[in-house]
């Protein structure tokens, strides 16, 4: 389970897997792209955007990683107007950006999986459609959540001044423990001048986590059909 990784001023190398761009129809679609690399990059260059915890003792030892080491997870991919679906297979599930799609996670086909419902910002028209889509096939023991409720707008610009007008636009992104449990991932990439990166990856630095209750079928499914 990655969660404790990702405590505030933890930094990491990662390019995004790209969205799964395709048809803007609504249908359910294996979700086909891979993770890639999430490095442990030490802790972020300004002191008041970290967790004062790693601030007194030695970081790995608290977050359990050493410098340069990759966190293990599967990618769920962000279709654009379609819902990418995840069969469970026993590791936990990143997903993004979220700026306010659904996450659900419920039996389909007789697998358990985990779902981005892929609605799009200012598209009424498409998103009506993914939504009565997925709500045609909505598993009977689905839960979920919306990871981009889980912060307002102060949170996140308090974590942009901590880094002193370094960091560059927020994302959000959603973790689906192999448990089950759901947790919202605020991520800011780092742009201070002079920092140079060989291998072409992105610096990130964590903004904070939280473990977001699960939403009920009931009140999924009022959304969905909204």
Same mark, same amino acid.
């Given at each position: ?9 933890? @930094? ?6 790209? &969205? ?17 690399? %999430?490095?442990?990059?030490?802790? &972020? ?19 359990? %990683? ?15 107007? @379609?819902?990418? #679906?995840? *069969? ?16 659900? #996670? ?14 799009? &910002? ?24 919306? *990871? ?13 001044? @901590? ?22 991932? %605020?991520?800011?990439?780092?742009? &201070? *001048?002079?920092?140079?990166? *060989? ?20 009140? %999924? ?6």
């Amino acid at each position: 389970m990655i969660e404790g990784y990702f405590r505030a001023g933890v @930094r990491f190398l990662w390019n995004k897997p790209n &969205d799964a761009i395709g048809a803007t129809n609504g249908d359910i679609v294996a979700s086909v792209g891979a993770a890639t690399p %999430l490095t442990y990059d030490g802790l &972020d260059g300004h002191r008041p955007a970290v967790d004062p915890m790693l601030l007194m003792v030695q970081a790995g030892h608290v977050i359990g %990683l050493a410098k340069g080491a990759n966190v293990a997870h599967t990618w769920l991919d962000y279709a654009p107007g @379609r819902t990418a #679906r995840l *069969p469970v297979g026993g590791g936990d599930i990143l997903s993004g950006y979220m700026s306010g799609c659904m996450i659900a #996670r419920g039996t389909h086909n007789g697998a358990m999986s985990v779902f981005h419902v892929g609605t799009i &910002d200012n598209n009424p028209g498409v998103n009506k459609i993914v939504r009565h889509s997925f709500a045609r096939s909505f598993p009977a023991n689905a839960t979920g959540f919306f *990871p981009n409720a889980a912060w307002g707008p102060g949170e996140i610009a308090t974590m942009q001044a @901590r880094l002193g007008g370094a960091g560059g636009a927020p994302s959000i992104f959603a973790l689906v423990t192999a448990a089950g449990a759901f947790h919202s991932i %605020l991520m800011i990439p780092v742009q &201070d *001048p002079g920092w140079t990166n *060989p291998a072409g990856r992105k610096y990130w630095c964590v903004g904070g986590i939280k473990a977001v209750p699960a939403v009920s079928r009931v009140k %999924l499914m009022a959304s969905l059909m909204a």
